[in-house]
């Protein structure tokens, strides 16, 4: 019975989070006091066992250094003199404007990057008098692919580093950013061959971009040197983590509680706090707590049992498997939730003498993070953004995004193959 009951509220759970008809964080905290009410397991084991605090805190933290930087102006600062830097020409805007949200994704995180580039975009290709959809596509799917390439840059990544003890910052950044570096660069190529007869600008508007001064951008220096500095030493503690034996959460409370208290006079720290994304947190803590039911019944055992079943025990083909079934599952539905339940799978192999279990983490991180390319579902990213064009009438369909999405997608994960091919599978085939 309780099995029946975990896998129904799941499955109802996962319908309403992924056709977006209901906020899908009253929807995941919903389902998960279900599992409670029904008496699948006890709210002692949810708050003590399944809902991870570490991932949460985490979160938090970033959220709180980065929303008090761009009060600052430093982004669009950046974006600006990014744009004149390139006299305004729309293809190298592109590319210039798609590397900045590959670069802010992988060491802020790909939603918040998106959030702060999107308004930007809208300014700039008014002023150049250029079409929106190309630049919001491709920084869609660059913020997806530079996200890939950290720890802290893309919620899956996250997850799996939270539930990892041994994978560090640097582990992320030392295994997958080679080969988004690689996909990057080629995904940037077929982008500006798709776009570049629509990428026409005249010298009149160019002339516009010219007048403005980039530092009119800067709402407050103090608080401007304040912010990069904590986040820049935020971001290097970050990376010298294995040396320095602190967790990430713990660095990333540091920087922000610090953050918050050298800037107290500048900013309204109950707005810092109103500007924090609760949503994707309360929808992280009812994601863990759906997952969590699972558990307690069984079913991730289950699931893990089929997986071996049919690999056989054999870790390349299982890596492959992993690799390619989370990235088109995370195409069409939010790589979140389906990461959640991959990771206690893919902890389970253990127990059936698979010792060597890190090919099978950067395959799933590789799969969840460049299958949310596919589609406008398949990211929280896409969806921000989709919604974002849509209210500032730029909007794009579900089909428009997949023409050019999917084969993005596939592209990546051929790529990746290759990779985990030769760098990790060789020597067990």
Known sequence: MGVTLALIIFLCSYFFIITEKLNRAVIACFGGV?????????????????????????????????????????????????????????????????????FGSAFLNNVTTVLLIVPIIFTLTSLLKLPAVPFLLSLVMASNIGGTATLIGDPP?????????HLTFNDFLIHLSPVVLIIFIIVMGGLV?????QLVVTKEDQAKLYAINPTTYIK???????????????????????????????????????????????????EV??????????????LFMLVGGLKE???????????????????????????????????????????????????EFQEYGMNNLDPLWWALALGACLGGNATIIGATANVIVAGMAAK??????????????????????????????????????
């Open 34 to 102: 279900l599992m409670l009410v029904f008496g699948v397991y006890e709210i002692n084991a949810a708050f003590l066992h399944h809902i991870d605090w570490h991932t949460i805190t985490l979160l938090l933290a970033m959220m709180i250094l980065v929303s008090i930087t761009s009060q600052s102006g430093f982004f669009e600062y950046v974006a600006v003199s990014l744009a004149k830097w390139v006299d305004g020409r729309p293809v190298p805007l592109l590319i210039v404007i798609s590397s900045l949200t590959a």
């Open 157 to 165: 990544n996250l997850m799996i580093g939270q539930a990892v003890d």
């Open 193 to 197: 061959l798709l776009y570049r007869k």
């Open 220 to 270: 407050d220096r103090k608080l401007l040197m304040k912010s990069v500095s904590v986040l820049t030493l935020t971001t290097i503690a970050f990376i010298f983590q294995p040396f320095i034996h602190v967790e990430l959460t713990s660095i990333a409370m540091v920087g922000a509680l610090l953050l918050m208290l050298i800037t107290h006079e500048e900013q309204d720290m109950e």
């Open 273 to 286: 706090f109103r500007s924090v994304e609760w949503v994707t947190l309360f929808f992280f803590i009812g």
């Open 297 to 347: 019944v069984g079913i991730i055992d289950e699931i893990a049992k089929s997986i071996i079943y049919y690999t056989e025990g054999d870790l390349p083909k299982t890596a492959l498997f992993i690799l390619w079934g989370s990235g088109i599952l995370s195409g069409f539905v939010d790589n979140i939730p389906f990461v959640a339940a991959m990771i206690p799978v893919i902890l």
């Open 392 to 429: 500032a009438k730029h909007p794009f369909s579900y089909l428009e995004f997949l023409k050019v999405g999917l084969p993005i997608a596939i592209i990546s994960f051929i790529i990746s193959t290759v990779y985990l091919y030769f760098r990790y599978l060789v020597n067990f085939m």
